[in-house]
């Protein structure tokens, strides 16, 4: 088994088929694309490929550390839209295919008149180990 992350952008992916931002969505759209991910979620959990999901809002902050005794230096909230991350899944598959078909599937999850938002998912493998030197 390996862990993948299945992580969605805002912005900065390529352009999806559907790509009508969700705060036009009506309602019903918005409550049947959650119910989608959560099954999705629910049935991945059965099949002990689920690990974690999380959704994250549209700002944030940049942060670093400053030197002993300094408080974090702080920027923000501002992010280029290629950085702009909206959440993800992390799955436990057994194979690179099955993660590939995985995240096909989630990228079906309905959006706008509750077709298909066909939205780019980034398949992100965790490290197993630090790589070697």
Same mark, same amino acid.
């Given at each position: 088994m390996a862990k993948y992350l299945l992580l969605k952008h805002y912005r900065g992916a390529p352009e999806p088929p559907n790509d009508v931002p969700m705060t036009e969505? %009506?309602?019903?759209?918005?409550? %049947?694309?959650?119910?989608?991910?959560?099954?999705? %979620?629910?049935?991945? %959990?059965?099949s002990g490929e689920f690990v974690a999901s999380y959704a994250l809002s549209e700002s944030g902050t940049w942060v670093r550390y400053d030197g002993d005794g300094r408080p974090p230096l702080t920027r923000g909230p501002f992010s280029e839209d290629k950085d702009l991350v909206a959440g993800g899944m992390i799955i436990d598959t057994a194979t690179y295919e099955r993660a590939l078909e995985l995240a096909a599937e989630l990228s079906a999850a309905p959006g706008a008149g509750g077709e298909p938002i066909g939205e780019w998912l980034e398949l992100r493998p965790f490290l197993e180990s630090p790589p070697a030197d």
């Open positions: 969505w %009506a309602p019903e759209e918005v409550s %049947a694309h959650i119910r989608y991910m959560n099954d999705f %979620a629910d049935r991945l %959990a059965e």
